[in-house]
């Protein structure tokens, strides 16, 4: 996946191209010809050089978008990015120009519009050259440019050359195959494929060697968890007080304690007890653990919206602190679901290789399971996170569940 992963880096430098130019509208003398920054200006400059680098961090990492949303998202996210700022210059009474505000968007908003169209065009205009494989259906469903390889002696224009490894290759498709990867022409695996356009890693195209890495969770890992502790500790002492309020809510408005502490499994195994505020009535389980599903008699009403929202969850900032948790990472399942799954699901097992999360990637793209099928495409996502564990990704994953609670505010 190099030639990817060098995408996303050549477009991230390509971006960041537009800081100096917009940086320069901020220092430069109003009715001079001197460069010097202006007195006071530098918490605004730095407050909108952070805004910029986290959108941009978010728009190269993000989820591959149909071509029409392109430029509705990218303006979507820098308008957001920039109203958090100028409240955030607000708050702390930091000197802010409007005027400023007004170029700097406008430069930053049309560089990065026309540079996110230009990525997407660079990505859809790949061809994937497949060699025969023993599931075309699922080769078709795919958004890429596909073309198929039925004979080793017959080439065709392609970019990048895809087999199947579980397929037994004869002579001629072996000779094929290796005067290609001479040539210089990439070469990945239908696994990597479908990682590619899907965003998972799909178990029914897995191979072990799909999840090595380039060692970037050895070296993250301490990194995450000093960001986890800092981030855990401010979210506490912010959230005391409105967690405390939702709590008497909650007794007021059903029996039983506010929050609410059940087993879960964490890293390596290990079991702990999350803590989450209480949003079913009291001896919900009593005939044991049940999957929770759309319209579940067991959620009281205003634990409908402690969900919908996600505030139930605040709490495992606790969790995050005690280092039982990271902000990011899988969600923390059951013992009793992870005993079935560990038998039922192949490598279930792997997504414990790091904290669980109190958001992540499986659930800002499948959300809740409510069966073996679902938890199954959630670890798929939670391989794929796994795998591409980074600083980048986080922050992806952050932004995309900031819209998910903005939806969930809206509805």
């Known amino acids: 996946m190099k030639k990817f992963a060098s995408i996303k880096a050549y477009s991230f430098l390509h971006y960041s191209l537009i800081l100096p130019i917009a940086v320069l509208v901020g220092i430069f ?18 407050v909108f050089v952070v805004a910029y680098l986290v959108s941009i961090l978010y728009l190269v990492s993000s989820p ?30 930091f000197h802010f120009s409007l005027g400023f505000v007004a170029i700097y968007f406008s430069i930053t908003a049309c560089w990065v519009s026309y540079l996110t169209i230009d990525q997407y065009k660079k990505i859809s205009t790949i061809k994937f050259g497949v060699v025969k494989v023993g599931n075309w259906k699922a080769i078709e469903s795919l958004d890429l ?74 070296y993250y890992t301490p990194i995450k968890r000093t960001v986890d502790f800092i981030v855990g500790l401010i979210a506490v002492l912010i959230l005391a007080i409105p967690v405390i309020c939702f709590v008497f809510l909650i007794k007021l408005t059903s029996t039983g304690p ?14 702990f ?65 992870v005993s079935q799954f560990k038998e039922s699901i192949p490598y279930y097992e ?41 600083v980048v990704f986080d922050v992806a994953i952050l932004l995309e569940t900031v819209k998910v609670l903005f939806r969930a505010f809206k509805e």
């Open 350 to 390: 792997l997504r414990h290789m790091v904290r669980p999360g109190i958001t992540g990637w499986a659930q800002i793209r499948q959300g809740y399971a409510s069966g073996r099928l679902e938890s199954l495409r959630k670890l798929e996502y939670d391989l794929y996170y796994i795998k591409h564990v980074g």
């Open 258 to 271: 506010g929050i609410y502490r059940q087993k879960r499994i964490g890293r390596h195994g290990k079991e």
């Open 64 to 93: 591959r978008t149909a071509q029409k949303s392109i430029f509705a998202r990218s303006i979507g996210v820098l308008i957001t990015a920039y109203v958090f700022s100028i409240l955030v210059l607000a708050l702390f009474r």
């Open 273 to 337: 007890l999350l803590y989450k505020l209480r949003t079913m009535y009291a001896d919900a389980e009593l005939t044991g653990p049940m999957f929770s599903i759309d319209s579940d008699p067991r959620i009281t009403k205003l634990g409908k919206i402690l969900r919908k929202t996600r505030i139930d969850e605040w709490p495992q900032f606790i969790n995050v602190l005690k280092g039982e948790m990271s902000v990011v990472g899988p969600r923390p399942e059951r013992p009793a679901w």
């Open 145 to 218: 440019q596909i073309v198929s390889l039925d004979n080793p002696e017959r080439d065709e224009d392609y970019d990048v050359l895809v087999i199947d490894r579980q397929v037994d290759f004869d002579d001629r498709w072996t000779l094929f195959i290796t005067s290609k990867a001479l040539e210089g022409i990439q070469i990945l695996s239908l696994n990597e494929l479908f990682e590619f356009d899907q965003q998972r890693i799909s178990l029914e195209h897995f191979v072990e060697e799909q999840l090595s890495t380039s060692g970037a969770m050895n």
């Open 29 to 46: 003398e109003r009715y001079g010809n001197q460069f010097y920054v202006v007195e006071g200006a530098w918490p605004m400059i730095l």
